[in-house]
């Protein structure tokens, strides 16, 4: 997905930079950057890829070359950015998070007519950010700009803008990702976790409605074009991509997970489907406050069967070759015997997405010598490939394991019944559960429902992006 950090400061701020956008390390494993304005300098920027080296070891040797009272920075697991930007509306650093599904029809629309260009990448496409900022650059001012940029693209666009004087910050139309700003005596801050911030010495001061445009500077926010009305936000931020002390319109994620595990098991207890196992455990590391959630109202003990060793396999270690990818897989997972050897284990996940890797998990487990290996998963059944943060996007619908499964039960025909599919009290939900605890090798599985996840997250439903389930926008 990605995300980003921005400062505007009296002071120096390259090490608030630094920190607060490597605090949003977890959101991406591709490409991180940061740029800086320094009134005599000017702009500054670097970018390096951190697939395999973790941001902070790659940009440490470049924090003594970056000056300046503001800067931004960003993790993407797309294109590398921030990009600089010169055109008639000034000189500007760019970052963007989100994606554009009509981004060969706007190249198209931009390049019509002649002089103008684009850099194409290795893959022949264009940079996402390099798209978006000639869609701002088409009108007088920026406020317009981004405007028109957002209203052009199809998915989502995040903004975030570095000019000489100050920060502009847009979120996407439909706030389907948080925009928080910081505020410190020194300046202020903006960001997508507000732990980030917390961490460096500002206070919680703004968060940016859907759609809305403010102007930061060390002495606050202005506003330049006030939100919509509609909200869509992401739910997997809080069933996956959000850190656990991360607040998204008030609403905590530990806590969110805590509640999700709690529902799932208080509807096994009440339906009987609830198996007899001897621990609860939660897939490392984002299906284990799920499973806390699942343990505490279930009054099975709580387990770690199997730790992810990461010192020396950080998670942004992501081999091109499939089966060296498979075998660091292997590699990070390392067993507790004692937890596992003939041990009836019921494990919570953040969520089913391919299951590639969960097969490799389950596999793992029995060859430690588990009796029983249950599964659950602490979302519905992903049948939608994302549209807007690249979660679960995919070259296929059918690598979904969901989808794939349905293809195998009934063919083109099951398509046409996915809602049906998705709920565990019809026939065909019934089929699909037996059918992927065949292939994977479970003892038994389950999905957290929608309502179930819905309630857990406690907002207006009609304000929650639940796409990848339900394909409704």
């Known amino acids: 997905m990605g995300g980003f950090f921005g400062t505007i400061s009296r002071r120096e701020c390259k090490y608030d930079v630094f920190f607060g956008t490597d605090y949003h390390s977890h959101l991406g494993t591709r490409r991180g950057g940061m740029a800086f304005y320094d009134a ?64 060969e029809k706007l190249v198209g629309d931009t390049l019509d007519g002649p002089g103008n260009q684009f850099m194409a990448m290795s893959s022949g496409q264009v940079n996402a950010t390099e ?88 002495d606050g926010v202005e506003q330049l074009s006030p939100p919509g009305d509609k909200m869509k936000i992401c739910a997997f931020l809080w069933t996956y991509y959000g850190y656990p002390n991360s607040n998204y319109e008030g609403v905590n994620v530990e806590l969110m997970r805590y509640r999700n595990g709690q529902i799932m098991a208080r509807k096994e207890q009440s339906g009987g489907d609830m198996p007899e196992v001897d621990y609860v455990a939660g897939v490392p590391d984002s299906g284990l406050p799920h499973a806390i959630g699942y343990a505490n109202q279930s009054g099975k003990p709580f387990a770690r069967p199997f730790v992810k060793y990461t010192p020396t396999w950080p998670r942004s270690f992501m081999p091109e070759d499939q089966n060296v990818r498979n075998q660091v897989a292997k590699m990070k997972q390392i067993p507790v015997p004692e937890l596992i050897q003939d041990k009836k284990l019921l494990f919570v996940d953040d969520s ?119 394909g409704k926008e």
């Open 352 to 470: 089913i997405v391919r299951g590639t890797q969960l097969r490799e998990t389950v596999e793992f487990l029995y060859e430690s010598g588990a009796r029983e290996v249950h599964m659950r998963s602490a979302c519905p059944p992903i049948m939608y490939s994302c549209k807007y943060l690249h979660f679960s996007s995919s070259n296929s619908e059918m690598d979904l394991l969901a989808r794939r499964t349905i293809q195998k039960l009934e063919g083109d025909e099951g398509q046409r019944h996915l809602e049906e599919y998705a709920d565990s009290a019809t026939q065909r939900g019934q089929c699909l559960l037996k059918s992927i605890c065949q292939e994977m090798g479970f003892d038994s599985l389950g999905y957290q429902s929608l309502d179930g996840l819905l309630e857990a997250i406690g907002l207006d439903r009609d304000k929650v992006c639940t796409y990848c389930w339900n």
């Open 131 to 218: 798209l978006t900022a000639a869609l701002i650059n088409r009108q007088e001012d920026l406020v317009g700009g981004i405007r028109y940029a957002q209203s052009q693209i199809d998915g989502s666009c995040t903004i975030l803008l570095l000019t000489p004087d100050s920060l502009i910050a847009a979120r996407d139309a439909l706030g389907r990702i948080p925009v928080l700003v910081g505020k410190s005596k020194d300046g202020c801050c903006v960001s997508f976790e507000s732990f980030a911030y917390h961490k460096l010495g500002y206070d919680d001061h703004y968060e940016l409605g859907p759609g809305e445009i403010v102007k930061i500077t060390a």
């Open 40 to 103: 005599g300098k000017g702009f500054q920027r670097q970018i390096h890829n951190i697939e395999n080296t973790p941001f902070r070891t790659k940009f440490e040797k470049d924090l003594v070359k970056f000056s300046g009272h503001a800067g931004i920075g960003c993790i993407s697991d797309l294109d590398p950015q921030p990009l600089l930007v010169r055109s008639h509306l000034g000189m500007f650093a760019i970052a963007t998070v989100g994606q554009i599904n009509n981004a």
